[in-house]
Protein backbone atom coordinates (compact mmCIF):
# COMPACT_ATOMS: atom_id res chain seq x y z
CA UNK A 1 0.00 0.00 0.00
CA UNK A 2 1.24 3.56 -0.54
CA UNK A 3 1.45 4.63 3.20
CA UNK A 4 1.88 3.18 6.28
CA UNK A 5 -0.57 2.35 9.10
CA UNK A 6 0.08 1.26 12.62
CA UNK A 7 -2.84 -0.27 14.93
CA UNK A 8 -3.15 -1.61 18.55
CA UNK A 9 -0.19 -2.79 20.56
CA UNK A 10 3.46 -2.87 18.46
CA UNK A 11 7.19 -2.01 20.35
CA UNK A 12 9.39 0.98 20.12
CA UNK A 13 11.83 -0.77 17.54
CA UNK A 14 11.31 -4.00 15.21
CA UNK A 15 12.57 -7.14 15.83
CA UNK A 16 13.20 -6.43 19.29
CA UNK A 17 11.52 -8.44 22.61
CA UNK A 18 7.93 -7.35 22.99
CA UNK A 19 6.41 -9.53 25.93
CA UNK A 20 3.19 -10.32 26.79
CA UNK A 21 1.26 -9.15 30.09
CA UNK A 22 2.56 -12.86 31.29
CA UNK A 23 6.10 -12.19 30.35
CA UNK A 24 5.92 -14.81 27.28
CA UNK A 25 6.76 -12.95 24.07
CA UNK A 26 4.59 -12.35 21.49
CA UNK A 27 5.54 -14.25 18.04
CA UNK A 28 6.47 -11.57 15.38
CA UNK A 29 5.31 -12.49 11.86
CA UNK A 30 6.56 -10.17 8.92
CA UNK A 31 4.08 -10.52 5.96
CA UNK A 32 5.89 -9.20 2.91
CA UNK A 33 5.46 -9.57 -1.10
CA UNK A 34 8.13 -9.95 -3.43
CA UNK A 35 10.29 -11.84 -0.70
CA UNK A 36 11.78 -8.84 1.35
CA UNK A 37 12.22 -6.04 -1.33
CA UNK A 38 8.83 -4.80 -1.47
CA UNK A 39 6.11 -3.78 0.46
CA UNK A 40 5.25 -5.14 4.23
CA UNK A 41 3.91 -5.13 7.78
CA UNK A 42 4.88 -6.83 11.06
CA UNK A 43 2.29 -8.60 12.82
CA UNK A 44 2.51 -9.52 16.31
CA UNK A 45 0.54 -12.67 17.61
CA UNK A 46 -0.42 -14.33 21.05
CA UNK A 47 0.23 -17.35 19.90
CA UNK A 48 2.37 -19.15 17.21
CA UNK A 49 1.24 -18.31 13.54
CA UNK A 50 2.93 -21.78 12.70
CA UNK A 51 1.40 -23.58 14.81
CA UNK A 52 -0.62 -26.58 12.81
CA UNK A 53 -2.10 -29.89 13.91
CA UNK A 54 -3.44 -30.82 10.59
CA UNK A 55 -3.12 -30.58 6.84
CA UNK A 56 -6.80 -32.15 4.40
CA UNK A 57 -6.50 -31.91 0.45
CA UNK A 58 -9.90 -30.46 -0.34
CA UNK A 59 -11.30 -31.20 -3.62
CA UNK A 60 -13.08 -28.80 -5.82
CA UNK A 61 -15.40 -28.70 -8.49
CA UNK A 62 -16.87 -25.89 -10.77
CA UNK A 63 -13.72 -24.30 -11.87
CA UNK A 64 -13.40 -25.44 -15.29
CA UNK A 65 -13.96 -23.06 -18.44
CA UNK A 66 -14.77 -23.11 -21.98
CA UNK A 67 -13.08 -20.66 -24.76
CA UNK A 68 -14.50 -17.96 -26.16
CA UNK A 69 -15.77 -19.70 -29.26
CA UNK A 70 -17.45 -19.17 -31.53
CA UNK A 71 -15.55 -15.49 -30.72
CA UNK A 72 -18.45 -13.07 -30.27
CA UNK A 73 -19.43 -10.32 -27.93
CA UNK A 74 -21.59 -11.61 -25.30
CA UNK A 75 -23.99 -10.83 -22.36
CA UNK A 76 -24.48 -12.13 -19.10
CA UNK A 77 -27.26 -12.02 -16.47
CA UNK A 78 -25.78 -12.18 -13.08
CA UNK A 79 -29.18 -11.62 -11.26
CA UNK A 80 -30.45 -14.65 -13.19
CA UNK A 81 -28.15 -17.04 -11.04
CA UNK A 82 -29.43 -19.08 -8.70
CA UNK A 83 -28.64 -19.03 -5.49
CA UNK A 84 -31.78 -21.37 -4.01
CA UNK A 85 -29.98 -24.85 -4.66
CA UNK A 86 -27.00 -23.62 -2.24
CA UNK A 87 -29.01 -23.25 0.62
CA UNK A 88 -27.30 -20.67 2.58
CA UNK A 89 -24.31 -19.64 0.50
CA UNK A 90 -21.41 -18.10 1.86
CA UNK A 91 -18.69 -15.83 -0.26
CA UNK A 92 -15.86 -18.19 0.07
CA UNK A 93 -17.57 -21.85 -0.66
CA UNK A 94 -20.04 -20.83 -3.14
CA UNK A 95 -18.63 -18.01 -5.43
CA UNK A 96 -19.39 -19.22 -8.97
CA UNK A 97 -16.37 -18.81 -11.81
CA UNK A 98 -17.54 -16.17 -14.27
CA UNK A 99 -14.61 -15.99 -16.59
CA UNK A 100 -10.90 -16.92 -16.24
CA UNK A 101 -7.43 -17.08 -17.77
CA UNK A 102 -3.63 -17.36 -16.84
CA UNK A 103 -3.88 -14.07 -14.99
CA UNK A 104 -7.47 -13.83 -13.34
CA UNK A 105 -9.90 -16.04 -12.31
CA UNK A 106 -13.74 -13.54 -11.59
CA UNK A 107 -16.04 -14.91 -10.00
CA UNK A 108 -19.53 -13.90 -8.06
CA UNK A 109 -21.34 -14.87 -5.16
CA UNK A 110 -24.82 -13.67 -3.31
CA UNK A 111 -23.49 -14.23 0.00
CA UNK A 112 -26.33 -15.00 3.19
CA UNK A 113 -24.20 -17.00 5.36
CA UNK A 114 -20.67 -16.28 7.05
CA UNK A 115 -17.90 -17.53 5.76
CA UNK A 116 -15.37 -19.97 6.72
CA UNK A 117 -11.91 -18.94 7.42
CA UNK A 118 -10.07 -18.40 3.82
CA UNK A 119 -6.66 -17.57 2.98
CA UNK A 120 -5.42 -17.37 -0.52
CA UNK A 121 -2.03 -18.06 -1.43
CA UNK A 122 -2.07 -16.95 -5.00
CA UNK A 123 -2.38 -13.58 -5.17
CA UNK A 124 -4.42 -10.69 -4.23
CA UNK A 125 -8.04 -10.36 -4.46
CA UNK A 126 -10.29 -7.66 -5.24
CA UNK A 127 -13.98 -7.62 -4.34
CA UNK A 128 -16.60 -5.44 -5.28
CA UNK A 129 -20.03 -5.27 -3.51
CA UNK A 130 -22.83 -5.04 -5.85
CA UNK A 131 -25.59 -4.61 -2.90
CA UNK A 132 -25.75 -5.17 0.85
CA UNK A 133 -23.25 -5.40 3.53
CA UNK A 134 -21.14 -6.84 5.98
CA UNK A 135 -17.82 -7.53 7.44
CA UNK A 136 -14.64 -8.55 6.13
CA UNK A 137 -13.01 -9.87 9.15
CA UNK A 138 -9.07 -10.45 8.80
CA UNK A 139 -5.80 -10.71 11.12
CA UNK A 140 -5.34 -7.32 10.63
CA UNK A 141 -8.79 -6.42 12.15
CA UNK A 142 -12.19 -5.81 10.66
CA UNK A 143 -13.45 -3.64 7.34
CA UNK A 144 -17.33 -2.70 7.43
CA UNK A 145 -18.28 -2.86 4.05
CA UNK A 146 -20.99 -1.72 1.95
CA UNK A 147 -22.45 -0.82 -1.53
CA UNK A 148 -20.00 0.58 -3.83
CA UNK A 149 -16.93 -0.61 -2.12
CA UNK A 150 -14.03 -2.57 -3.44
CA UNK A 151 -12.01 -4.47 -0.98
CA UNK A 152 -8.28 -5.26 -1.69
CA UNK A 153 -6.55 -8.42 0.42
CA UNK A 154 -3.41 -8.59 -0.01
CA UNK A 155 -2.09 -12.09 -0.54
CA UNK A 156 -2.21 -15.38 2.46
CA UNK A 157 -4.32 -12.22 4.61
CA UNK A 158 -6.16 -15.21 6.37
CA UNK A 159 -10.04 -13.62 6.85
CA UNK A 160 -13.86 -14.43 6.31
CA UNK A 161 -16.67 -12.45 4.95
CA UNK A 162 -20.08 -12.24 7.51
CA UNK A 163 -22.74 -10.71 5.63
CA UNK A 164 -25.27 -8.62 7.36
CA UNK A 165 -27.91 -10.16 6.12
CA UNK A 166 -26.72 -10.67 2.47
CA UNK A 167 -23.91 -9.20 -0.05
CA UNK A 168 -22.86 -9.33 -3.85
CA UNK A 169 -20.16 -9.73 -4.51
CA UNK A 170 -17.74 -9.91 -8.03
CA UNK A 171 -14.21 -11.24 -7.16
CA UNK A 172 -11.16 -11.27 -8.96
CA UNK A 173 -8.57 -13.30 -7.82
CA UNK A 174 -5.51 -12.58 -9.44
CA UNK A 175 -2.20 -14.53 -10.47
CA UNK A 176 -0.13 -11.58 -8.71
CA UNK A 177 -0.96 -8.44 -6.77
CA UNK A 178 -3.48 -5.46 -6.89
CA UNK A 179 -2.82 -2.24 -6.59
CA UNK A 180 -3.03 1.78 -7.31
CA UNK A 181 -1.95 2.37 -11.47
CA UNK A 182 1.66 3.11 -11.18
CA UNK A 183 0.96 6.67 -12.66
CA UNK A 184 -0.84 7.40 -10.00
CA UNK A 185 1.88 7.33 -6.93
CA UNK A 186 5.30 9.05 -6.39
CA UNK A 187 8.45 7.42 -6.56
CA UNK A 188 8.05 6.95 -2.62
CA UNK A 189 4.27 5.77 -2.81
CA UNK A 190 2.10 8.67 -2.43
CA UNK A 191 -0.77 9.72 -4.43
CA UNK A 192 0.02 12.66 -7.05
CA UNK A 193 -2.56 15.57 -7.55
CA UNK A 194 -3.56 14.29 -11.14
CA UNK A 195 -4.71 11.11 -9.40
CA UNK A 196 -8.58 10.59 -8.74
CA UNK A 197 -8.57 9.35 -5.48
CA UNK A 198 -5.91 9.63 -2.77
CA UNK A 199 -5.09 8.28 0.52
CA UNK A 200 -8.08 10.25 2.79
CA UNK A 201 -10.54 7.89 0.17
CA UNK A 202 -8.76 4.73 1.67
CA UNK A 203 -10.08 3.07 4.81
CA UNK A 204 -8.07 0.03 6.67
CA UNK A 205 -8.59 -2.18 9.93
CA UNK A 206 -8.76 0.42 12.89
CA UNK A 207 -8.40 -1.82 15.26
CA UNK A 208 -6.99 -5.36 16.11
CA UNK A 209 -10.01 -8.25 15.98
CA UNK A 210 -9.33 -10.85 18.75
CA UNK A 211 -10.81 -14.23 18.65
CA UNK A 212 -10.04 -17.13 20.65
CA UNK A 213 -10.44 -20.83 20.04
CA UNK A 214 -8.26 -23.79 19.07
CA UNK A 215 -7.87 -26.23 16.57
CA UNK A 216 -9.46 -23.89 14.23
CA UNK A 217 -9.64 -25.01 10.04
CA UNK A 218 -8.70 -22.33 7.41
CA UNK A 219 -9.50 -22.99 3.72
CA UNK A 220 -6.16 -22.27 1.81
CA UNK A 221 -5.73 -21.95 -1.95
CA UNK A 222 -2.48 -22.58 -2.89
CA UNK A 223 -1.03 -23.12 -6.61
CA UNK A 224 -1.42 -26.87 -6.89
CA UNK A 225 -5.32 -26.66 -5.38
CA UNK A 226 -6.91 -26.07 -1.79
CA UNK A 227 -5.77 -27.15 1.40
CA UNK A 228 -7.69 -27.22 4.71
CA UNK A 229 -4.95 -26.23 7.24
CA UNK A 230 -6.54 -27.03 11.26
CA UNK A 231 -4.31 -24.36 13.27
CA UNK A 232 -3.92 -24.68 16.89
CA UNK A 233 -5.17 -21.49 17.65
CA UNK A 234 -6.97 -19.22 16.24
CA UNK A 235 -5.46 -17.01 13.52
CA UNK A 236 -7.18 -13.34 14.24
CA UNK A 237 -4.94 -13.32 18.07
CA UNK A 238 -2.98 -10.26 16.67
CA UNK A 239 -3.00 -7.35 18.74
CA UNK A 240 -0.87 -4.85 16.99
CA UNK A 241 0.55 -4.57 13.44
CA UNK A 242 2.24 -1.87 11.80
CA UNK A 243 3.97 -1.56 7.58
CA UNK A 244 2.43 -0.64 4.40
CA UNK A 245 1.04 -4.39 3.57
CA UNK A 246 -2.91 -4.56 4.93
CA UNK A 247 -6.12 -5.26 3.82
CA UNK A 248 -8.42 -1.81 2.16
CA UNK A 249 -11.35 -0.21 0.90
CA UNK A 250 -12.40 2.31 -1.56
CA UNK A 251 -15.58 3.41 -2.45
CA UNK A 252 -16.45 3.80 -5.93
CA UNK A 253 -18.57 7.09 -4.94
CA UNK A 254 -15.13 8.49 -4.18
CA UNK A 255 -13.65 8.33 -7.72
CA UNK A 256 -13.18 11.97 -9.17
CA UNK A 257 -13.99 11.36 -12.77
CA UNK A 258 -11.99 12.89 -15.39
CA UNK A 259 -13.67 14.87 -18.09
CA UNK A 260 -12.68 16.66 -21.62
CA UNK A 261 -14.23 19.18 -24.24
CA UNK A 262 -14.33 15.36 -26.06
CA UNK A 263 -15.20 11.93 -24.75
CA UNK A 264 -12.12 10.84 -22.93
CA UNK A 265 -11.16 7.40 -23.30
CA UNK A 266 -11.02 4.48 -20.50
CA UNK A 267 -7.39 4.82 -19.12
CA UNK A 268 -8.98 8.13 -17.19
CA UNK A 269 -11.28 6.31 -15.52
CA UNK A 270 -8.71 3.31 -14.42
CA UNK A 271 -8.43 2.65 -10.51
CA UNK A 272 -6.26 -0.41 -10.09
CA UNK A 273 -4.24 -2.51 -12.08
CA UNK A 274 -3.56 -6.65 -11.44
CA UNK A 275 -1.07 -8.83 -13.33
CA UNK A 276 -2.12 -8.49 -17.16
CA UNK A 277 -5.30 -6.83 -16.36
CA UNK A 278 -6.89 -3.62 -15.53
CA UNK A 279 -9.77 -2.31 -13.30
CA UNK A 280 -11.89 1.15 -14.49
CA UNK A 281 -14.96 3.04 -12.63
CA UNK A 282 -17.09 4.42 -14.70
CA UNK A 283 -19.07 6.84 -12.51
CA UNK A 284 -21.49 9.40 -12.73
CA UNK A 285 -19.94 12.58 -14.69
CA UNK A 286 -20.19 15.67 -16.41
CA UNK A 287 -19.81 14.93 -20.16
CA UNK A 288 -18.17 16.49 -23.04
CA UNK A 289 -18.82 20.29 -23.44
CA UNK A 290 -17.54 20.59 -27.15
CA UNK A 291 -20.14 22.30 -28.81
CA UNK A 292 -20.08 19.39 -31.69
CA UNK A 293 -19.22 16.44 -29.06
CA UNK A 294 -20.39 13.00 -29.12
CA UNK A 295 -20.40 11.74 -25.65
CA UNK A 296 -21.14 8.42 -26.13
CA UNK A 297 -17.93 6.25 -27.06
CA UNK A 298 -16.70 5.91 -30.49
CA UNK A 299 -16.47 2.38 -32.00
CA UNK A 300 -13.57 0.78 -30.96
CA UNK A 301 -11.32 -2.41 -31.81
CA UNK A 302 -9.32 -3.69 -28.39
CA UNK A 303 -6.67 -5.64 -30.31
CA UNK A 304 -4.81 -6.32 -27.28
CA UNK A 305 -7.29 -7.02 -24.27
CA UNK A 306 -10.76 -8.84 -23.86
CA UNK A 307 -13.14 -5.84 -22.09
CA UNK A 308 -15.65 -7.41 -19.61
CA UNK A 309 -18.30 -4.44 -18.14
CA UNK A 310 -20.22 -4.99 -15.31
CA UNK A 311 -22.89 -2.53 -14.72
CA UNK A 312 -23.82 -1.63 -11.29
CA UNK A 313 -25.85 1.83 -11.36
CA UNK A 314 -27.54 4.31 -13.45
CA UNK A 315 -28.77 4.42 -16.82
CA UNK A 316 -25.96 3.13 -19.31
CA UNK A 317 -26.35 5.24 -22.54
CA UNK A 318 -24.82 3.81 -24.92
CA UNK A 319 -26.35 0.13 -24.29
CA UNK A 320 -29.68 1.40 -24.44
CA UNK A 321 -31.95 -1.10 -26.46
CA UNK A 322 -29.65 -3.97 -25.73
CA UNK A 323 -31.16 -5.79 -23.05
CA UNK A 324 -28.63 -4.74 -21.01
CA UNK A 325 -29.83 -4.19 -16.86
CA UNK A 326 -28.48 -3.52 -13.57
CA UNK A 327 -26.26 -7.29 -12.37
CA UNK A 328 -25.59 -7.47 -16.37
CA UNK A 329 -22.09 -8.00 -17.64
CA UNK A 330 -20.94 -7.43 -21.31
CA UNK A 331 -17.86 -9.11 -23.09
CA UNK A 332 -16.60 -7.74 -25.77
CA UNK A 333 -13.53 -9.65 -26.74
CA UNK A 334 -10.56 -9.11 -29.06
CA UNK A 335 -10.87 -9.54 -32.80
CA UNK A 336 -14.42 -7.95 -32.16
CA UNK A 337 -15.04 -4.23 -32.62
CA UNK A 338 -17.68 -2.48 -30.52
CA UNK A 339 -19.13 0.03 -29.84
CA UNK A 340 -22.44 2.26 -29.19
CA UNK A 341 -26.13 0.50 -29.45
CA UNK A 342 -28.15 1.86 -33.04
CA UNK A 343 -29.61 4.75 -32.16
CA UNK A 344 -27.42 5.11 -29.28
CA UNK A 345 -25.12 8.20 -30.73
CA UNK A 346 -28.50 10.56 -32.02
CA UNK A 347 -29.68 10.31 -28.44
CA UNK A 348 -27.11 11.38 -26.64
CA UNK A 349 -25.76 14.43 -28.74
CA UNK A 350 -26.30 17.83 -26.15
CA UNK A 351 -26.26 15.35 -22.95
CA UNK A 352 -24.49 17.05 -19.88
CA UNK A 353 -24.36 14.67 -17.41
CA UNK A 354 -24.57 10.94 -17.61
CA UNK A 355 -25.71 9.13 -14.56
CA UNK A 356 -23.93 5.65 -14.58
CA UNK A 357 -21.94 3.38 -13.01
CA UNK A 358 -19.82 0.55 -13.97
CA UNK A 359 -17.25 -1.72 -13.04
CA UNK A 360 -14.94 -2.39 -16.09
CA UNK A 361 -11.85 -4.81 -16.13
CA UNK A 362 -9.76 -5.05 -19.37
CA UNK A 363 -7.60 -8.16 -19.57
CA UNK A 364 -4.43 -8.59 -21.78
CA UNK A 365 -5.19 -12.78 -22.52
CA UNK A 366 -8.56 -13.86 -23.65
CA UNK A 367 -11.39 -14.90 -20.92
CA UNK A 368 -12.86 -18.03 -20.98
CA UNK A 369 -15.97 -18.45 -19.68
CA UNK A 370 -16.83 -20.60 -16.38
CA UNK A 371 -19.92 -22.02 -15.60
CA UNK A 372 -21.53 -19.79 -14.18
CA UNK A 373 -21.16 -17.30 -17.79
CA UNK A 374 -22.50 -20.37 -19.16
CA UNK A 375 -25.50 -20.88 -16.86
CA UNK A 376 -26.56 -16.96 -17.01
CA UNK A 377 -26.04 -15.97 -21.05
CA UNK A 378 -28.37 -13.69 -22.95
CA UNK A 379 -27.96 -15.94 -26.26
CA UNK A 380 -29.07 -12.47 -28.50
CA UNK A 381 -26.88 -9.69 -27.62
CA UNK A 382 -24.42 -10.37 -30.41
CA UNK A 383 -27.02 -9.51 -33.10
CA UNK A 384 -28.06 -6.84 -31.00
CA UNK A 385 -26.47 -4.35 -33.40
CA UNK A 386 -28.16 -5.63 -36.72
CA UNK A 387 -31.16 -6.28 -34.65
CA UNK A 388 -30.70 -9.84 -36.57
CA UNK A 389 -28.91 -13.09 -36.32
CA UNK A 390 -29.54 -16.97 -35.74
CA UNK A 391 -31.76 -16.92 -33.18
CA UNK A 392 -33.18 -12.85 -33.95
CA UNK A 393 -35.64 -12.72 -36.60
CA UNK A 394 -36.43 -9.23 -38.34
Known sequence: MPHYRAVGEIPPKRHTQFRRPDGGLYAEELMGVEGFSADS??????????????????????????????????????????????????????????????????????????????????????????????????????????????????????????????????????????????????????????????????????????????????????????????????????????????????????????????????????????PNFVVCSFCPRKVDYHPQAVPVPYNHANVDSDELMFYVGGDYEARKGSGIGLGSLSLHPAGCTHGPQPGAVEASLGAEYFDETAVMVDTFRPLELGEAAEACEDPRYAWSWARRGPDRAD
Request: net charge neutral.
Open 41 to 274: SLLYHRHLPTAIVNAETVEETGRGSTPNLPLKPRHFRTQALNWRDAGDPDAITHRRQLFRNADVSICFVEATSPSPLYRNAVGDELFYVQSGRGAVETIYGALDVGEGDYVVLPTSCTYRVRPEPSMRLLILEASGHIGPPRRYLSARGQFLEHSPYSERDLRGPAAPLLVDGEDVPVLVRHRAGLTRLTYARHPFDVVGWDGCLYPWVFNIRDFEPITGRVHQPPPVHQTFEG
